[in-house]
């Protein structure tokens, strides 16, 4: 039990550290300009995909496996990622 919730503390604190960037960004230059929805939506994607790799680090036993499914999810978080900020695939999504 003690160990789920270190994970989770663990997940919230990278998932917090990566959103401090744009955040610290923004104060220093006019380049990046995020809105309370693009943090909102960073936030859901990163933990998501954290809260992801943990369910899979518990669930799954065979290294190989593990080592697929969270690069799967990586490279998903990734493109995801990508096509909201600048639209590599062109959907309607995509960013500006």
């Known amino acids: 039990m003690i160990i789920q919730h270190k994970r989770l503390y663990i997940i919230l604190l990278i ?3 990566i959103l401090l960037i744009p955040l610290l960004a923004m104060q220093f230059t006019e380049e990046v ?3 309370l929805s693009d943090f ?3 936030a859901f994607l990163l ?3 954290g809260l992801m790799i943990d369910l899979v680090l518990r669930k799954v036993t065979k290294t190989t496996y593990r080592i697929a499914l969270c ?5 998903s978080l990734f493109l995801i990622w990508a096509e ?3 639209g590599i695939f062109g959907t ?3 960013g500006q």
């Open 92 to 94: 309607p999504l995509a």
């Open 47 to 49: 933990l998501g995909t």
């Open 15 to 17: 998932a917090v550290s």
């Open 33 to 35: 300009k995020w809105t």
């Open 71 to 75: 690069t799967a999810l990586l490279i």
């Open 40 to 42: 909102l939506v960073a």
């Open 84 to 86: 909201l900020a600048v």
